[in-house]
Nanobody, 126 residues
Framework: QVQLVESGGGSVQAGGSLRLSCAAS????????MAWFRQVPGKEREGVAA???????IYAGSVEGRFTISQDNALNTLWLQMNSLKPEDTARYYC????????????????????WGQGTQVTVSS
C-alpha cells in the first residue's frame, strides 16, 4: 500500500521560506515523476513542481525561481524548498506519485497521478 506523508507546512510572513517534505512508503516506481500540487478551497488544484528520477524538473511559472523540488530515492523522500514566499502561495500542498510513466510535459497534470498525501497547509501573511 502506497503512503505519502507530507510535513513542514506552517505560517510565515511574505518573503519567508519553508521546506516541505514528503515521505513515501510502499512506492516502488522510483523511475517515475513525483510532484507537488497545491489547492485553495474553491479553486482548482495547481501543479507546482515535478521531478523525474534523472533529476529533470518542471515548475509552474508562478513559482519558478523561488521554489526548488528535490528528491532522494534512497530515502524515498521528496522535498520542496520554498523561498520568497508570497501571500498568493497560501494553499494546502500535496505530494503526488503516479503508477505509470509519462512525458515531462504532463508532469504538472494532476490527472496523471494515482497516489496522494493528505497535504500540509502553508499560510503566507503580508
Amino acid at each position: 500500500q502506497v503512503q505519502l506523508v507530507e510535513s513542514g507546512g506552517g505560517s510565515v510572513q511574505a518573503g519567508g521560506s519553508l521546506r516541505l517534505s514528503c515521505a513515501a512508503s510502499g512506492y516502488t516506481y522510483s523511475t517515475y515523476f513525483m510532484a507537488w500540487f497545491r489547492q485553495v478551497p474553491g479553486k482548482e488544484r495547481e501543479g507546482v513542481a515535478a521531478i523525474g528520477s534523472n533529476g529533470r524538473t518542471i515548475y509552474a511559472g508562478s513559482v519558478e525561481g523561488r521554489f526548488t523540488i528535490s528528491q532522494d530515492n534512497a530515502l524515498n523522500t521528496l522535498w520542496l524548498q520554498m523561498n520568497s514566499l508570497k501571500p498568493e502561495d497560501t494553499a494546502r500542498y500535496y505530494c503526488a506519485a503516479p503508477a505509470q510513466d509519462f512525458w515531462i510535459k504532463y508532469a504538472l497534470d494532476g490527472g496523471r497521478y494515482n497516489y496522494w498525501g493528505q497535504g500540509t497547509q502553508v499560510t503566507v501573511s503580508s
